[in-house]
């Protein structure tokens, strides 16, 4: 019986080299959790309905997908995908010098993805993995370009011209600008500025000062465990509810709002408490 590493060597082999679709996605389902892929296409319907925090998700989503592919084929083929000292991926060039350049091009393929000929033709969750597995065997050396077929056409979404031009420069500003953590929690739970320094103890000058000279070393963690807590609800819920369920009393908190607990320093008491929620072995 071949081991998990034969097994996942074996997979990234025909992700990487064959031509018929139906053997590349049972090699990505192999590689990528289904739900996974699943979660990339429920956000990708989301964020084209405007929503920032949205966005955000799809933007990541897609990042992890990427990261995912790259890690398997560097485990198959570390002559082409490699590791630098501080074990970040890079792809070989056309010499076989390892290159940083590609990987922000296949960063640049969260744009167009789903609006791809792969999407049309497979729809939206596997379209999208196909479609990056796709941009990864043209960007790699020594791999085969996967031909799309015949019958394909350009993916329909149910969105009009207008919200699908604000997606795709939501996502590109997303990817040229990373979001910071007081964006997550401020877009995520839909704070104003007087808000979110609320949370903090600070003045809505103090947020503004923040974001341009930097978080003070004593506020650093407070502000990574809400930026947790906002990516955790934004990736269990749906975007348009967290704002409302963050200003709802909960006997679980006490009868505290989320916000509330937050502003009390009970910040990692409420990710934990979160976290356990979503945990069917914690709540079965």
Known sequence: ???????????????????DIDDVLSAIERLVPDADVRQLASSA???????????????RRYRELTADVLAATHAARPDIVMKDADGNLLVADVEGRPARAPLA??????????????VGAYGPANGL??????????????????TIPTHAGTAHWDVDDTAMLSFLAAVRQEIASPTTPLDTAAETLALSETELG???????????????????????AKVTTVASLADLLARKLKVERIPG?????????????????????????LLALVRASFDPAQTA
């Open 198 to 220: 609320s949370l903090f103890g600070v003045r809505r000058q103090a947020i503004s000062q923040w974001r341009t000279a930097g978080i003070p070393s004593s506020r650093v």
């Open 245 to 269: 369920i963050a200003r709802r009393p909960a006997a679980a908190y006490g009868g505290l709002t989320m916000l509330e607990m937050i502003a009390a320093d009970r910040h990692d008491e």
């Open 1 to 19: 019986m071949p081991t998990l590493a034969q097994d996942q060597a074996r997979a990234t082999e025909t992700a990487l080299h064959a031509n």
């Open 105 to 118: 091009a296949l960063d640049e393929g969260a744009a167009g993805a789903v609006f791809s000929n792969w």
């Open 45 to 59: 319907r989301r964020a084209m309905q405007g929503n920032r925090p949205a966005v955000r998700d799809y933007v």
């Open 129 to 146: 993995a196909l479609d990056l597995v796709a941009r990864v065997r043209a960007t790699l050396p020594d791999t085969d370009v996967l």
